[in-house]
């Protein structure tokens, strides 16, 4: 975790509304009546470096932080999170879930796919659970 957080601070990752532990995005997330979008990764996948960056360089991760609230969770260190609460074949894995109803299953996007991808999922899920 330490090695993930410096690599993340480097890079300018961790600001106001991203987060590295479950439970204070999930708090804030009720709190403000967001959806939690967290993309759970290891430190020592290039994939997740390159995926992350890519969010980093095209300003995705300051929308996202504008809307959402949003989680980078190191895999290792959230072990039995991720056993007991989601499935995990890849990494990059960007998950969204709802505080209001955590049980809600949402699919998840697998892979580093591409900024706009992730923005466009996103949104989608958003007007699918909150229709007007």
């Known amino acids: 975790m330490k090695k993930l957080i410096i690599t993340l601070c480097c890079l300018g990752f961790l600001n106001a509304g991203i987060y590295t532990n479950i439970d204070t995005a999930f708090e804030?997330?009720?709190k403000n009546n967001k959806l939690l979008v967290l993309f759970a990764v290891t430190d020592t996948c290039r994939h997740c470096h390159t995926f992350?960056?890519?969010l980093k360089n095209t300003q995705t991760l300051d929308i996202l932080g504008k809307e959402y609230e949003v989680a980078i969770l190191e895999i290792k260190d959230n072990l039995e999170l991720f056993a007991n609460y989601f499935t995990l074949s890849v990494t990059p894995t960007t998950f969204?879930?709802?505080p209001k109803r955590p049980?809600?299953?949402?699919p998840e996007i697998?892979?580093?796919v591409e900024p706009n991808k992730v923005l466009e999922y996103v949104d989608k899920v958003?007007?699918?659970?909150?229709?007007?």
Request: no cysteine.
């Open 28 to 30: 804030k997330a009720e």
């Open 52 to 54: 992350l960056n890519n």
């Open 96 to 98: 969204v879930i709802n």
């Open 103 to 106: 049980d809600l299953f949402i």
């Open 110 to 112: 697998k892979g580093a």
């Open 126 to 132: 958003r007007e699918v659970l909150n229709p007007k």
